[in-house]
């Protein structure tokens, strides 16, 4: 059983950072690619990052490139979400994903096996 376990979120204000942290937790979980997206309030949860674990290739949304940072920690199997110039649009629950076998698609959600429980991210104006 593998455990996708997030921490990190809180209420900062605008123009400010948060780091996001993940790991995963399983003994013979060989990871191939690891996410992130969020979901605001009266809206479809959306693709934020994602990175592979061989050859750190990154993906990201482009509502974010240029402020937020995905990397990875292999011996961890912990990845980490760098949100920097966070605007009040960035507010949602954030979610942890990850998959252990080839993907097409680092943006589609419906691609991942394995979640983590959320956590929440909150910008003020």
């Known amino acids: 059983q593998v455990q996708l376990v997030e921490s990190g979120g809180g209420l900062v204000q605008a123009g400010g950072s948060l780091r996001l942290s993940c790991a995963a937790s399983a003994r013979t979980f060989s990871i191939y690619a690891m996410g992130w997206f969020r979901q605001a309030p009266g809206k479809e949860r959306e693709f934020v990052a994602a990175?592979?674990?061989?050859?750190?290739?990154?993906y990201y949304a482009d509502s974010v490139n240029g402020r937020f940072i995905i990397s990875r920690d292999n011996a961890k199997n912990t990845v980490y979400l760098q949100m920097n110039s966070l605007k009040p649009g960035d507010t949602a629950v954030y979610y942890c994903a990850a998959v252990s076998r080839w993907i097409r698609d680092y943006a589609k959600d419906a691609d991942y096996s394995y979640w983590g429980q959320g956590t929440q991210v909150t910008v003020s104006s």
């Open positions: 990175i592979s674990w061989i050859g750190s290739n990154t």
